[in-house]
C-alpha cells in the first residue's frame, strides 16, 4: 500500500472564508469553516492513495469521523483533548459552522488518518451539519452527563442521523464530563440501557481528565480500518466488545 503525507491539520483559525451566519445571544463564537481545506476530500470511500501534499505525518488509509451532539456538550473539548492532550477550561466558545482536526494513529502497524469533523451543535446551524452527514464514516454522538436535556435530545440526533448519514456509518455514544460527579443528572445505567435499545456502543468519557478519549477515538479508527483492508483470515475486530473490555469507569481516574 503507498505511503502519504497528510496535510497540516486545520484548526479553529483555518482560513476558509466562512458562509455562516454571524453568531448572536451571549456566547462567543469561535469561527469554523463552511467546507474542507482543497486538499482534502472527505467524500466517498477511505482515502487510498492520495499523493502527497505539503508538509505532515504519512498515513495509508484515511477516513472521516464527526462529532455531534446538542451545544456545550464537549464535542471541542474531546476533540482538542484528543488531538493536543489538553483541556480548554474557562469560557464556553461556542463553535460555528464546522472545523476540523487531522490526527495520524498507528493502528496495528497501519497509519490510519482520522479527519474529525466538530460541529456546532447549536440549533442554527443545523442545516450547514447536514450536508457533512453522508461523508462521514464514523460518528461520535456525544451527551453531557451533568445535562439530562441533552441526553434527552440523543433520540432527536438519532433520527436526524438515520436521515443524512450512510446507514452504515459507525456510531458510537459517549457520555461527556463524567469528572463532574457532584453534578451528575444522568446516571451510567441510562446511558448504557439507551445505547443497547439501539444497538450502540457506548462509554463515558471526559475531555478534561482524559477519561476513555483516545480510547472512543481509537475504537473507531480500529473499526474502520478493519472494515476497509480486513483479510479473510483477519479475526474480526468486534467494537462492542472492544470498548466495553477497554473503557474505564468515571471513579477510576480522577485526578
Ligand atoms: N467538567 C468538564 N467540563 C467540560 C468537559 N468537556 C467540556 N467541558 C466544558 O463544557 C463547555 C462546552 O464545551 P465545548 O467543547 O465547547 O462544547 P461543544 O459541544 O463543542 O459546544 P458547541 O460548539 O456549541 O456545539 C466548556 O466550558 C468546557 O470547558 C468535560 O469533560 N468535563
Ligand atoms: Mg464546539
Excluded at 496535510?7 to 448572536?24: D, M
Excluded at 480500518?225 to 481516574?253: I, M, N, W
Aim: proline residues 6%; contains cysteine.
Amino acid at each position: 500500500m503507498s505511503r502519504k503525507k497528510t496535510p497540516k491539520s486545520k484548526g479553529a483559525s483555518a482560513p476558509a472564508a466562512s458562509v455562516l451566519p454571524a453568531a448572536n445571544g451571549s456566547r462567543p463564537a469561535r469561527p469554523g469553516i463552511a467546507r474542507p481545506g482543497p486538499q482534502v476530500r472527505p467524500d466517498g470511500p477511505p482515502q487510498l492513495g492520495r499523493p502527497s501534499l505539503g508538509s505532515g505525518d504519512f498515513y495509508d488509509v484515511a477516513f472521516k469521523v464527526m462529532l455531534v451532539g446538542d451545544s456545550g456538550v464537549g464535542k471541542t473539548c474531546l476533540l482538542v483533548r484528543f488531538k493536543d492532550g489538553a483541556f480548554l477550561a474557562g469560557t464556553f466558545i461556542s463553535t460555528v459552522g464546522i472545523d476540523f482536526r487531522n490526527k495520524v494513529l498507528d493502528v496495528d502497524g497501519m497509519k490510519v488518518k482520522l479527519q474529525i469533523w466538530d460541529t456546532a451543535g447549536q440549533e442554527r446551524f443545523r442545516s450547514v451539519t447536514h450536508a457533512y452527514y453522508r461523508d462521514a464514516h464514523a460518528l461520535l454522538l456525544l451527551y453531557d452527563v451533568t445535562n439530562k436535556a441533552s441526553f434527552d435530545n440523543i433520540q432527536a440526533w438519532l433520527t436526524e442521523i438515520q436521515e443524512y448519514a450512510q446507514h452504515d456509518v459507525v456510531l458510537m455514544l459517549l457520555g461527556n464530563k463524567v469528572d463532574s460527579a457532584q453534578e451528575r443528572a444522568v446516571k451510567r445505567e441510562d446511558g448504557e440501557k439507551l445505547a443497547k435499545e439501539y444497538g450502540l456502543p457506548f462509554m463515558e468519557t471526559s475531555a478534561k481528565t482524559g477519561l476513555n478519549v483516545d480510547l472512543a477515538f481509537t475504537a473507531i479508527a480500529k473499526e474502520l480500518k478493519q472494515r476497509s483492508t480486513k483479510a479473510p483470515s483477519e479475526p474480526r475486530f468486534r467494537l462492542h466488545d472492544y470498548v466495553k473490555r477497554e473503557g474505564r469507569g468515571a471513579s477510576c481516574c480522577t485526578p
